[in-house]
């Protein structure tokens, strides 16, 4: 009877063993993921208006001016702002030259920038895009890692957009 209640205890420790480790490895991944969405809130570029500065708080797919995955539109940006913002993309090796030349090149005639005295070309060859309802988004300063990978996406897109509307 004895050697029974001794192998009931060993069992019950074992179990508890099995529980504790399960709960141990549930709260590293927890914490893990944590970490893991933190870092990548730090790298998300800012954006003019958003709370904190930041699109952190912005909702994926959803919002005024915001695409899927939370990026910006570009369907609102106007010939000017696409124009300006490819020549931003080439000159920071987000898109290859010979690729987007040509298309801001006939994007620029056919609105006809003319340079200096666009409002939007000029905010986009400083990186800004125009999201439509006096919204816009920096692509400015997207450094390294997911915002770098996000500023990427975005130029594929100005493109994509600037060559449809030719």
């Known amino acids: 009877m004895a050697a029974h209640a001794c192998d009931d205890n060993r069992n019950r420790t074992r179990n508890m063993t099995r529980h504790f480790a399960t709960l141990s490895l549930a709260a590293a991944l927890s914490v893990a993921s944590v970490a893991s969405l933190s870092a990548a809130r730090a790298q998300m570029p800012t954006m003019p208006g958003m709370p904190g500065g930041s699109m952190s708080g912005m909702a994926m797919g959803g919002g005024s001016g915001v695409g899927m995955m939370g990026l910006p539109s570009v369907s609102s940006a106007g010939p000017s702002n696409l124009a300006g913002l490819l020549g ?29 005295g666009d409002s939007q070309y000029q905010a986009g060859q400083n990186g800004i895009l125009n999201t439509g309802n006096g919204g816009t988004f920096s692509l400015a300063g997207a450094g390294q890692g997911i915002k770098q990978q996000m500023t990427q996406k975005i130029c594929n897109m100005v493109l994509s957009r600037a060559q449809s509307i030719l």
């Open 88 to 116: 931003f993309c080439v000159q920071n090796n987000y898109l290859g030259a010979s690729a987007a030349s040509p298309v801001m090149s006939s994007l620029g005639q056919k609105a006809g920038i003319n340079g200096q």
